[in-house]
């Protein structure tokens, strides 16, 4: 059963629209993250939390908002989405030892 | 990424043989992580390395942190084993950055 999900798992957006991305994790892992990835290159942290309540600021924030209403959940907002932020973004918890990611959402924003 | 560093950026292998992977970092790694992302588009963990060596079956995962640099050995290619490698390095609690991932191709 996995462990990391993500919700929607496709997502067409309009320029200006409100996207809302989510992440479910029963790792019960303290740490979790938001990652892009673009076509060719690795991935880029966007937010982070250390628990419930906490949102930290990644690499790229700008444009994003997080939410980490629960241990388990952990949100990605984009209050007025771009064709800039069309991306594949991945969610992912861990610990000290590693990181256990979900499966990815495709975004398309026109 | 800027701060680490893969090479080589694609791959072409045959079924059988070795070859190894590189990561060099710029800046200063306490730990990393090696991962496949496979065809479909998933992220399997490899190694997690403090410095020093792991070896899990046909891989086999160097990290030297004096120098900066890590290395995925991968013996006996598989086509399985085709997909893209990400290194991403630690240098603090919590900060994780990715190289752009060396593209693998196993042909047979």
């Known amino acids: 059963e996995a462990a990391v999900t993500q919700s929607p798992r496709n997502k067409v957006a309009v320029t200006g629209g409100k996207v809302t991305l989510s992440c479910n994790q029963t790792?019960?892992?303290?740490?979790m993250y938001w990652y892009r990835q673009d076509t060719g290159h690795g991935l880029r942290l966007i937010h982070y939390s250390y628990g419930a309540g906490s949102t930290e600021k990644g690499d790229i924030p700008d444009g994003y908002k997080a939410s980490r209403p629960s241990q388990e959940n952990f949100s990605l907002i984009l209050e007025l989405a771009t064709p800039s932020q069309t991306s594949v973004y991945f969610c992912a918890s861990g610990e000290e030892d590693t990181q256990y990611f979900g499966p990815g959402t495709r975004l398309l924003v026109l | 990424g800027d701060k680490v560093k893969q090479s080589p950026s694609a791959l072409s292998l045959q079924e059988g043989t070795n070859s190894a992977l590189r990561c060099n970092f710029s800046i200063a790694a306490t730990t990393v992580q090696w991962f496949l992302q496979n065809p479909r588009g998933s992220l399997i963990n490899l190694f997690y390395l403090v410095p020093g060596t792991k070896e899990n079956g046909r891989l086999k995962s160097a990290f030297d942190s004096k120098e900066s640099y890590s290395t995925l050995h991968i013996r006996d290619a598989q086509l399985e084993d085709s997909g893209t490698y990400f290194c991403a390095a630690e240098p603090s609690n919590n900060r994780i950055f990715f190289g752009d991932g060396t593209q693998l191709v196993v042909k047979p």
């Open positions: 790792n019960n892992h303290n740490n």
